[in-house]
């Protein structure tokens, strides 16, 4: 089942590229796209045996995800965050989990960061606030949203909490969720990555988790950086298809100035050549640290089997993934010159969907200063979320 995930995603990526200005100009995936990807497999990649499903690993998750990207940036990064749905399932109570998710193909989507307020109430909460970023919410079937807890209007947090105030996800249906179509941005246009809001909302105790207690079978998939891993996947994907765009172009391309074919010219052939070699050390370092992290967990270890170095590898190796791939698009387009600057060339996509990509979290400098502060002993500002503390 793993190979043939990867199999139809490769299949359906010169689809996505065919139809790439259409998921653009609709600013959400179109709902026979979702049906695309749903047709791979992709959404339920994260569910384990356990479940009926395949149980990828996150190294076989980020090449599935790489596949898409190649296709369209936007379809890729929605065929991530919907894929997540299995890992959130690890955190949530097992039965609880099995009746919320029916089928291994349901889509989640949402933001994690606590954007919200939860004022606990008889047998749960009522969940009120305004949430940005959610990715794919339009075909999403569940919501999961981050937010503080209140008790009596005051902040609570729960006995022995290392925090003044606690904060947890939620889980609700789609349909009580008001989306705010505002998504309308310079690259990754098609992700529908819209603010949404809830007023009120009551949320069973059931419907609510924390990434900090997994329930479901221990493994790499149930650790609370697990459903960051894979997103690296988008950048590289799009990395590696400006990188064969221009070597398609430089085969069939004749400088008359130069009296020589681009095959020949000393600035392509040396340019391309130090793209490949940094995109090959970016994609190597991704996987590398993986498939460490995967081998400690999968023995039965945890996150303090690794050295320091090793722990701090991975969000260090995303953060270069997502930076490194940006670089790498500018500067294919640089070299195509003229011929990236049509709407028509895939390149100005690519450009405008790789910047807007390196904005998330997870390439900005607060990871930076999270590694660093780990590998020096300090306080981590993201220790949770990244697996470092």
């Not at 959404?43 to 090449?63: A, D, H, R, Y």
């Not at 079978?217 to 298809?241: E, H, K, N, Y």
């Not at 999968?298 to 701090?312: H, I, K, N, W």
Request: with cysteine; aromatic share 8%; proline share 5%.
């Amino acid at each position: 089942m793993t190979s043939e995930i990867l199999h139809r995603a490769r299949e359906l990526a010169p689809v996505l590229r065919e139809r790439a200005p259409e998921i653009e100009a609709h600013r959400t995936l179109p709902a026979e796209v979702v049906e695309l990807l749903r047709g791979t497999g992709v959404f339920g990649m994260c569910f384990g045996p356990e479940w009926g499903g395949p149980g990828l690993t996150s190294m076989e998750q980020t090449e599935v995800v790489e596949a898409l990207a190649h296709g369209d940036a936007s379809a890729a990064w929605c065929a991530v965050i919907g894929a997540n749905t299995g890992i959130y399932a690890n955190f949530l109570d097992q039965q609880v989990a099995k009746e919320v998710f029916p089928r291994l193909d349901l889509v989640v989507a949402g933001l994690l960061q606590p954007s919200g307020r939860a004022e606990r109430v008889p047998g749960g909460f009522r969940l009120s606030g305004r949430w940005s970023f959610g990715s794919g919410i339009k075909h999403a079937d569940w919501v999961t949203s981050g937010a503080f807890l209140y008790e009596g209007g005051e902040p609570w947090a729960a006995p022995g909490s290392k925090h003044a105030h606690d904060s947890r996800q939620f889980l609700v249906p789609r349909d009580q969720v008001e989306v705010i179509d505002n998504w309308d941005t310079t690259g990754l246009c098609g992700s529908g990555s819209c603010d949404y809001t809830m007023d009120g909302v009551f949320v069973p105790e059931e419907h609510t988790y924390t990434f900090a207690t997994p329930q479901g079978r221990p493994g790499p998939l149930a650790q609370p950086d697990s459903f960051t891993r894979a997103m690296c996947g988008v950048p590289l994907g799009v990395a590696r298809a400006a990188l064969d765009h221009a070597r398609e172009i430089a085969a069939t391309r004749y400088d008359r100035m130069a009296g020589r074919s681009w095959a020949d010219s000393w600035r392509v052939q040396t340019e391309l050549a130090r793209l490949e070699a940094e995109f090959n050390a970016t994609r190597q370092g991704v996987y590398g640290a993986m498939r460490r992290q995967w081998e400690v967990l999968a023995a039965g270890g945890t996150l303090d089997d690794l050295t320091p170095t090793e722990r701090a590898a991975s969000p260090l190796s995303w953060l270069h993934a997502f930076r490194n791939s940006r670089t790498i698009v500018a500067r294919t387009y640089d070299l195509l010159q003229t011929w990236s600057i049509n709407r028509s060339s895939p390149m100005d996509r690519w450009l405008r969907d790789t910047t807007v990509m390196a904005q998330h979290l997870v390439a900005q400098d607060r990871i930076l200063q999270s590694a660093g502060a780990y590998l020096l002993g300090g306080t981590p500002e993201f220790g949770i979320s990244l697996g470092l503390v």
